[in-house]
């Protein structure tokens, strides 16, 4: 996990760094999402310093395991990810609607797999997505009136970000060589309605467009940007 954690601090500082080479204002804090405390603290500072909060992502890993029938699961491990995941997600969530709800704006974004809808050999993860896909359209209803908006898309297994690593963290028994990795990506782009995986530039243009104001008239919803249930 520390090294995980440190990974992603050091990409986020490069970002960080490119940001304000170009005029722009950047800062990077890490925070323990499973500690509501830090995270209020946290979502308070930012308020204080930059005069608003206006966009909230929450993409704390939750340590699915997949590839293993549900019948030779352990509790821990099929828990584990269900706990996680929804107490990051409302956690970070409920801290950003609270500054939001005041200056009546801001968005709330999320983002899953889109698992729920009767998906084999994954574990939790199609009940946690179910969990979060519930979560965030309750929330949009309540802090619609508000001028608050909630919603997400459903997104996996994008090939710039799908590595050796990240599949040997969900299932340690897969062999992860570069032959089983070509194929496991061909045939999730053959299982896609598009016959086309979705790109991370793509699917942070898709992002990007939910928190601008162009998007305005848009809440309560999940957009299927993986392309493989239907929505």
């Known amino acids: 996990m520390e090294t995980t954690v440190a990974s992603v601090t050091s990409a986020l500082t490069k970002l960080a760094d490119e940001i304000k080479e170009t005029g722009g204002l950047a800062e990077v804090a890490v925070v323990d999402g499973l500690d509501e405390t830090a ?3 946290h979502a308070a500072s930012v ?3 930059a005069g608003s909060l206006d966009i909230s992502l929450n993409l704390v890993p939750r340590g699915d395991v997949q590839g293993i029938p549900l019948v030779e699961m352990s509790v821990e491990d099929y828990v584990r990810p269900i706990t996680t995941g ?3 997600n409302f956690i970070t969530a409920r801290a950003a609607a609270r500054h939001m709800i005041t200056p009546g704006s801001g968005v709330i974004l999320a983002l899953d797999s889109g698992s729920a809808y009767g998906s084999p050999m994954m574990g939790a993860t199609g009940s946690i997505d179910a969990a979060l ?3 965030i359209r309750n929330l949009a209803v309540e802090i619609g009136p508000h001028g608050v908006r909630a919603l997400g898309i459903w997104v996996a297994d994008i090939p710039e970000t799908f590595t050796p690593e990240k599949l040997a963290a969900v299932n340690n ?3 992860a060589s570069p032959e089983m990795m070509g194929n496991i990506l061909a045939g999730l782009t053959e299982a896609r309605m598009t016959k086309r995986s979705p790109r991370l530039a793509e699917v942070a243009s898709t992002l990007a467009f939910f928190a601008s104001d162009d998007a305005m008239g848009i809440t309560g919803t999940f957009v ?8």
Do not use: C, F, H, I
């Open 47 to 49: 308020v204080a310093e």
């Open 39 to 41: 995270v209020e603290k």
């Open 133 to 135: 896909d519930t979560y």
């Open 86 to 88: 929804v107490t990051t």
């Open 173 to 175: 028994q897969l062999p």
């Open 224 to 231: 299927n940007v993986t392309s493989m249930y239907p929505s």
